[in-house]
């Protein structure tokens, strides 16, 4: 199996929750350049090659069995110090463009699960999120 950095995998959580719908949108993906380009996490990550990984992440996710692939090299690249971070993340870009659909809460729990996070943990970030989102 593949191997890939860190950021890559944090990378491939965000591509996992644009694409499950089956496209990912102008916000999403503009959601996801800003957060690798603005946090701590993303640290030593050549801009440069967001879309390299992005594309790398989506020709896994079109194979046979491509998500437990993808989510096999995240799982196998991410720290237990950013699993936390991973899943942020993944709420983050469902919630980017302020539509939220089945597709992408059935896959951000997968991921939920995938990265060991409780489900206590799960809904203090999911709170946290969603007041980030929040509009009077």
Do not use: H
């Not at 491509?66 to 237990?80: D, H, K, N, T, V």
């Amino acid at each position: 199996m593949q191997t890939i950095s860190t950021q890559a995998a944090l990378v491939y959580v965000m591509v996992i929750v644009s694409a499950a719908d089956g496209a990912m949108n102008d916000e999403e993906l503009r959601a996801i350049g800003d957060l690798s380009r603005g946090l701590p996490a993303f640290k030593g990550f050549d801009p440069d090659k967001l879309i390299e990984t992005a594309r790398d992440c989506s020709a896994i996710l079109q194979e046979r069995d491509g998500l437990s692939a993808a989510l096999g090299l995240i799982e196998e690249a991410l720290p237990p110090a950013l699993r936390e971070t991973a899943y942020w993340l993944a709420l983050e870009v469902a919630l980017c463009d302020r539509e939220v659909r089945p597709e992408e809460v059935r896959i951000v729990e997968t991921l939920r699960r995938a990265l060991g996070i409780d489900k206590l943990t799960a809904a203090a970030l999911e709170r946290a999120a969603e007041a980030r989102f929040r509009v009077s």
